[in-house]
């Protein structure tokens, strides 16, 4: 790891932590020529996943675009980037329980799907609008009626 101010290539590690949900692990460093201390986070990464899309284009698993799924349907909803990271954390790691080279933007989907729907309702509301392009009201409010069901809210129709 290169030093962030000289750049010298040799730098130690002198203190590693886990990060609580045991997803990643910050490492505190310290450069062996000025002397300068910087931590750095390291993380997995989903390398070799195909998404195959719903046209049948195949492209590389993208984390910048799950988060800017995710940012679009939280956006003016209330979370720290902290919960944020663990969201993303938690999809990708069901992601990677799947075991595939390809999975399915589909598959994807639902793996974000159920997520969402325990971090935040309209959030998840919002994504599943998108995701299964709801083509009317009625299957609009089909779904906000099983969201309803689940939490025990009887649903009066009018």
């Known amino acids: 790891m ?14 590693s932590r ?8 910050r490492r505190r460093r310290e450069c ?5 201390r910087f931590s750095t986070l390291e993380e997995v990464e989903l390398l070799d996943l195909t998404v195959i899309k719903r046209d049948g284009r195949r492209e590389s698993y993208s984390r910048e675009k799950l988060e800017r799924g995710l ?13 944020f990271q663990k969201l993303v954390h938690k999809i990708e790691r069901d992601i ?7 999975l399915t933007s589909l598959e994807i ?3 974000v799907m159920r997520h969402l729907k325990s971090f935040d309702k309209v959030a998840y509301i919002r994504f599943a609008s998108v995701y299964r392009s709801f083509e009317d009201v009625k299957s609009f409010e089909a779904e906000l009626r099983k ?8 649903v009066v129709k009018k």
Request: with cysteine; proline share 2%; charged share 40%.
């Open 71 to 83: 940012r679009k349907s939280l956006e003016k909803r209330p979370f720290t980037d902290q919960q």
């Open 109 to 111: 989907g639902e793996i």
């Open 96 to 102: 990677q329980k799947k075991r595939c080279g390809e």
């Open 32 to 36: 062996e020529k000025c002397g300068f």
């Open 18 to 25: 886990i990060s609580s949900d045991g997803a990643s692990i």
């Open 2 to 15: 290169y030093c962030a101010v000289c750049s010298h290539k040799d730098t130690k590690v002198v203190d």
């Open 147 to 154: 969201l309803k069901m689940r939490r025990g809210i009887r």
